[in-house]
């Protein structure tokens, strides 16, 4: 699988988009781009993903470059319970099993 | 629909015992997990199952062993915990096959002593 890299840590004010950067500049034309995020405490809750086009769900955007080596995930009105770690994953498609490879993801931290 | 649920939560085991972890899920997913999440890492992959009746390692397997008892159900045993498999272990399922979205239950907090 492709190696991501994401900041460390990031503040966002609630209220204001949060804006999560990655680079995946090794991806390939199969593997698509997974955002999932850990709240202390819990386990990962899978967010959006994505293969060449920008994705919309109930919970963030995600925003591929169209050379596909960088993606965004926003958040368009972060909440203090956003508050957590965000992983950036590429995975192949069509593999007949899957898992997932976790980095150690942005620290993002939404403040009053 | 309770989605994927772990017990017990938490445990607290001497070196040398041995227990297992339950994990059951109700989305009807062909494909479970198990993950193990060390302070300041990522989640590692301890054993997987990508379909009822088959079970294969993942990244660090060694001092575990795994039983895909049914398809609802992937259990995780520890036959003589070491103080370095305390951890947090994670279960998962997914519906397996392409892109498939990984679920993840709420974690089992273990101490080996």
């Known amino acids: 699988d492709a190696k991501t890299t994401q900041p460390t840590s990031m503040d966002c004010a609630e209220g204001r988009a949060a804006n999560l950067p990655c680079n995946h500049s090794?991806?390939?034309?199969?593997?698509?781009v997974y955002w999932y995020r850990q709240i202390h405490s819990q386990g990962p809750q899978y967010i959006i993903h994505g293969l060449k086009n920008n994705e919309t769900n109930e919970m963030a955007s995600l925003i591929i470059t169209e050379d596909r080596k960088s993606s965004t995930l926003i958040l368009p009105h972060a909440t203090l319970r956003d508050t957590a770690v965000y992983y950036c994953i590429v995975r192949p498609m069509n593999s007949g099993y899957s898992t997932l490879t976790f980095g150690k993801g942005t620290m993002l931290l939404v403040s009053p | 629909n309770a989605g994927v649920t772990q017990t017990p939560k938490f445990q607290v085991l001497k070196t040398g015992q041995s227990m297992t972890l339950q994990c059951a899920q109700d989305m009807n997913h062909n494909s479970m997990y198990w993950y193990r999440q060390d302070p300041g890492m990522g989640l590692r992959l301890i054993y997987y199952s990508a379909s009822e009746g088959t079970t294969d390692k993942g990244e660090v397997p060694n001092g575990y062993n795994v039983s895909r008892l049914n398809k609802r159900e992937f259990s995780l045993r520890l036959e003589s915990a070491a103080p370095s498999q305390t951890s947090v272990y994670f279960c998962?399922?997914?519906?397996?096959?392409?892109?498939?979205?990984?679920?993840f239950g709420p974690g089992t907090r273990l101490t080996v002593l």
């Open positions: 998962a399922s997914s519906l397996a096959g392409g892109p498939d979205t990984q679920y």
């Open positions: 090794t991806i390939s034309g199969n593997e698509y």
